[in-house]
């Protein structure tokens, strides 16, 4: 059922939101239909090969992308290692991740978010320029991550990126899947 206006394209909240400090932000982001999440599908690599999820924001998007969260799930048999990556150019050939959804599914109509979620597989090779911030390692069937709460900032162009391989074990298959939630906040220039 379609409880959304056809002739109507903007969000419309039933409320004025007021932000109280008892109220947790991503609940504040969510009710302003602003919160996202999106999740890769099972990300294939090992055996001398690497893969990698993203996070970026294309150079007209006209927001600002702030990471909420990220999780790395290894589904497979080695230890992995996920190094983030900001801003970076990473090797292979991407698809777009379609499982992007609002945390607010209520607002009507639902919104849509502006920055894009890419996947690669199997790929050879190290991302190209950016800076690496940091690394974390997993072992097999164990779930890594963080809550960045908006810490992570990235204008138009920038992008969030989660390298993964099993150095560890480099002559071994390996599998995982990457989380991410983020908000978007309009650029007034």
């Known amino acids: 059922m379609n409880c959304c206006n056809s002739y109507n394209n903007s969000i419309v909240l039933p409320n004025p939101i007021t932000q109280v400090a008892s109220m947790p932000y991503d609940l504040y982001l969510s ?3 602003k919160y996202f999440l999106g999740s890769t599908s099972n990300l294939e690599f090992g055996n001398g090969r690497s893969a990698w999820a993203a996070l970026y924001n294309p150079i007209n998007s006209g927001v600002n ?3 909420y969260s990220w999780q790395v799930s290894n589904t497979g ?3 992995i290692r996920a190094q983030i990556w900001f801003n970076s150019n990473p090797p292979g050939q991407p698809t777009m991740v379609s499982t992007v959804v609002p945390g607010n599914t209520a607002l009507c109509p639902p919104p849509k978010t502006k920055i894009l979620l890419f996947q690669a597989s199997n790929v050879i090779g190290e991302p190209v320029g950016g800076v690496k911030a940091f690394v974390r390692r997993a072992q097999s069937e164990v779930t890594i991550g963080d809550v960045e709460v908006g810490k992570f900032i990235f204008p138009p162009g920038g992008s969030f990126i989660i390298f993964l391989s099993n150095p560890e074990a480099p002559n ?3 599998s995982a899947t990457v989380n991410f939630s983020w908000w978007e906040e309009k ?3």
């Open 65 to 67: 992308l702030f990471v």
């Open 31 to 33: 009710l302003q239909g």
């Open 77 to 79: 048999p080695s230890p």
């Open 187 to 189: 650029i007034n220039c």
């Open 172 to 174: 071994e298959p390996a």
